[in-house]
């Protein structure tokens, strides 16, 4: 499930108007890595997924705020 997610998102960064080249390729980077560690060990993975986040909140906070209103539009109506 979360390759399919990683997948939309990247597709989403990828067709995204109005992203500088830079930005665009800092998030598919980003996207990237945690693609890989989708595959790596478990007990790992959540250290690691909560570094990443936090220095994606940091480093793009405006597209953080959004994917969070997002999600909790989907949350709120069952999804």
């Not at 399919?4 to 998030?27: C, F, I, M, P, Y």
Request: hydrophobic share 40%; charged share 20%.
């Amino acid at each position: 499930m979360i390759n399919s997610l990683l997948g939309q998102l990247r597709a989403k960064v990828e067709n995204a108007h109005g992203l500088a080249d830079s930005t665009k390729s800092e998030l598919l980077e980003l996207i990237k890595s945690l693609e890989s560690h989708t595959t790596s060990n478990t007990s790992q993975h959540g250290v690691q997924l909560t570094t990443m986040v936090k220095t994606l909140e940091v480093s793009h906070p405006e597209i953080t705020d959004l994917a969070n209103r997002i999600a909790t539009m989907l949350g709120n109506v069952g999804i």
